[in-house]
């Protein structure tokens, strides 16, 4: 048995509008202009701020990116995927046998003993009762029920940048759990590579908007002082 941290996932950029920032400057003009006089111009930081601030934004519908998220967990999944805007593929347990996908846990588990020990006797029984599940016949589609939360699978996601920024804002925030928080963190640096004029804007609402929005539930660490 593998036994992995959230620090080892990889998110890997397949596919991308080339020339976005151009796509969305234009879908911004045609608001305001005949086709027959725009420009093929980059959308500025100062267009993408306004917009951001204005909610003006069904124009970062035109673009999208196709990443692949690889060696994350179930219980990462089981969030992601409440972001319904996105459209996602994933790894199946139906149709593969789990015995060598790694298991992912928090960084730091091993240096407690007796957290470590715990662990690692409950992961590999998991995956031990799997295994035997299937030795005995029971197929894999019925043997995943005894898999853990922490069973790695890979995810293909595409999104536009208005979902994107949406789910950035919301999963920046320190309320998220380790792995999600390192997730979104991973994601927004590959989006600034992609679309910097929007995406070096974007992060969790006390930075965003200088306040918290999270009320009674706020984080310790939010630096929104409100």
């Not at 500025?44 to 124009?59: G, T």
Request: aromatic share 8%.
């Amino acid at each position: 048995m593998i036994i992995q941290t959230y620090q080892d996932m990889i998110i890997q950029p397949l596919d991308k509008t080339p020339i976005s920032a151009e796509i969305m400057q234009f879908a911004c003009d045609i608001t305001q202009k005949k086709a027959d006089d725009i420009t093929n111009k980059k959308m500025s930081s100062n267009l993408a701020h306004y917009l951001l601030k204005a909610e003006h934004d069904s124009i970062f519908e035109h673009s999208s990116i196709t990443f692949l998220a690889r060696g994350v967990s179930r219980s990462l999944l089981a969030q992601i995927t409440r972001q319904r805007t996105f459209k996602f593929t994933s790894a199946s347990q139906h149709y593969q046998n789990y015995k060598d996908y790694p298991m992912s846990i928090r960084p730091g588990w091993d240096e407690n003993e007796k957290i470590k020990a715990i662990y690692k006797q409950s992961l590999e029984s998991s995956l031990n009762y799997y295994l035997a599940l299937i030795r005995y016949g029971e197929p894999p589609e019925e043997a995943r029920q005894v898999l853990p939360n922490a069973c790695t699978v890979n995810i293909m996601i595409t999104a536009d940048p208005r979902n994107l920024v949406k789910f950035l804002r919301a999963r920046l925030c320190k309320r998220n759990t380790m792995e999600m928080f390192l997730f979104a963190n991973t994601l927004l640096g590959i989006c600034r590579n992609w679309i910097p004029q929007i995406f070096r804007l974007v992060g969790p609402p006390c930075i965003m908007d200088g306040k918290c929005n999270q009320g009674k539930m706020k984080a310790i660490e939010c630096i929104s002082k409100n």
